[in-house]
């Protein structure tokens, strides 16, 4: 059943290359909407509530998955399609590609009111008083970190764990973005799925930083540059796991991100990746993209190769 895992992850793979996100009734916007209704029934203000929100916000989810594994143990056919169209539904790698590049059009063509209307569909920064560079970094860290969660993270643990794997990746990590931020209201709420989503990129976001070096001279970067920055640099970023991404990426572009980020009015000053890298530019964020189809197209290839391997294993 292995194999046909494997061959679910590189169909829903393609899939996502070749039409992106479902434009209608996006099955993790349903979750979206649906976890948000839960939320505002189990929200308190503490710790406590927030684990509990968690179990059954990514318990419910990731259990149907399982049955629906289970139920398929001896169907490949089955397996393998069930497997494809939740791979297409989970991966955003092809979406988050699309917004880089409109982004880098809008920048190059000196749009600046353009490109300040698309951030927001990258990251939560105030886009308001960005300049040029500083939307050109946004972006590049942006597709830096979001290359492991929308593309490298679901596919590796599709290739661990299969059809649980997919979904419980994709649901903890919405969860995340939903509650796992630094506010008021989610201080304390959101803790349990940002420890979560922590401990669930731990390994994706090292091999995003890994097959990005290796990807760097088909994007005219330094694999030497982009592995010193990534080791000198990727535990200064305050995620553990978003700095190795991004990390890698500025020595592999041979730019410099990091600095000051402001959100809804909360201002953060993170270290500088890169120190001794240039300024983003809309140029760079085209390369960027490149590096990040490759990167996804790498783990794409990895996450095959694990799961046909696992199978003759267990033979």
Same mark, same amino acid.
């Given at each position: 059943?292995?194999?046909?895992?494997?061959?679910?992850?590189?169909?829903?793979?393609?899939?996502?290359?070749?039409?992106?996100?479902?434009?209608?009734?996006?099955?993790?916007?349903?979750?979206?909407?649906?976890?948000?209704?839960?939320?505002?029934?189990?929200?308190?203000?503490?710790?406590?509530?927030?684990?509990?929100?968690?179990?059954?916000?990514?318990?419910?989810?990731?259990?149907?998955?399982?049955?629906?594994?289970?139920?398929?143990?001896?169907?490949?056919?089955?397996?393998?399609?069930?497997?494809?169209?939740?791979?297409?539904?989970?991966?955003?790698?092809?979406?988050?590609?699309?917004?880089?590049?409109?982004?880098?059009?809008?920048?190059?063509?000196?749009?600046?009111?353009?490109?300040?209307?698309?951030?927001?569909?990258?990251?939560?920064?105030?886009?308001?008083?960005?300049?040029?560079?500083?939307?050109?970094?946004?972006?590049?860290?942006?597709?830096?970190?979001?290359?492991?969660?929308?593309?490298?993270?679901?596919?590796?643990?599709?290739?661990?764990?299969?059809?649980?794997?997919?979904?419980?990746?994709?649901?903890?990590?919405?969860?995340?973005?939903?509650?796992?931020?630094?506010?008021?209201?989610?201080?304390?709420?959101?803790?349990?799925?940002? $420890?979560?989503?922590? !401990?669930?990129?731990? &390994?994706? =976001?090292?091999? @995003? +930083?890994?097959?990005? %070096? /290796? *990807?760097?001279?088909?994007?005219?970067?330094?694999?030497?540059?982009?592995?010193?920055?990534?080791?000198?640099?990727?535990?200064?970023?305050?995620?553990?796991?978003?700095?190795?991404?991004?990390?890698?990426?500025?020595?592999?572009?041979?730019?410099?991100?990091?600095?000051?980020?402001?959100?809804?009015?909360?201002?953060?000053?993170?270290?500088?990746?890169?120190?001794?890298?240039?300024?983003?530019?809309?140029?760079?964020?085209? $390369?960027?993209?490149? !590096?990040?189809?490759? &990167?996804? =197209?790498?783990? @794409? +290839?990895?996450?095959? %190769? /694990? *799961?046909?391997?696992?199978?003759?294993?267990?033979?």
């Amino acid at each position: 059943m292995a194999v046909a895992t494997g061959a679910g992850l590189l169909a829903g793979a393609l899939l996502d290359a070749a039409l992106g996100d479902p434009r209608r009734w996006h099955p993790v916007a349903g979750y979206g909407r649906a976890a948000g209704a839960l939320e505002r029934q189990m929200y308190a203000p503490t710790t406590a509530a927030g684990a509990r929100y968690v179990a059954v916000a990514a318990g419910v989810p990731t259990a149907v998955a399982l049955a629906a594994s289970v139920a398929t143990w001896r169907r490949p056919l089955a397996r393998a399609v069930l497997v494809a169209a939740t791979t297409w539904t989970v991966l955003g790698s092809t979406s988050l590609r699309r917004e880089g590049t409109e982004m880098a059009k809008a920048l190059a063509s000196g749009d600046l009111a353009a490109a300040r209307e698309r951030l927001p569909h990258l990251c939560g920064r105030d886009p308001s008083a960005l300049d040029a560079p500083e939307l050109a970094r946004a972006t590049v860290e942006s597709v830096a970190e979001n290359t492991s969660d929308a593309a490298v993270g679901a596919l590796f643990w599709g290739a661990v764990a299969g059809l649980p794997g997919l979904v419980g990746y994709r649901v903890v990590n919405t969860l995340d973005a939903m509650v796992g931020h630094r506010s008021t209201r989610y201080a304390r709420f959101g803790t349990a799925a940002a $420890r979560l989503d922590d !401990l669930a990129n731990v &390994v994706p =976001a090292r091999i @995003t +930083a890994a097959l990005t %070096v /290796a *990807a760097a001279p088909l994007v005219d970067g330094s694999p030497a540059r982009a592995l010193w920055t990534w080791a000198r640099d990727g535990r200064r970023h305050p995620s553990p796991n978003s700095g190795q991404c991004e990390a890698a990426m500025a020595g592999a572009l041979g730019v410099r991100l990091g600095g000051r980020n402001v959100y809804a009015g909360r201002v953060e000053d993170r270290p500088v990746l890169g120190r001794r890298g240039r300024a983003p530019s809309a140029g760079d964020i085209h $390369r960027a993209v490149r !590096l990040s189809a490759l &990167v996804s =197209a790498g783990a @794409t +290839a990895l996450a095959v %190769v /694990a *799961a046909v391997t696992k199978a003759r294993t267990k033979r």
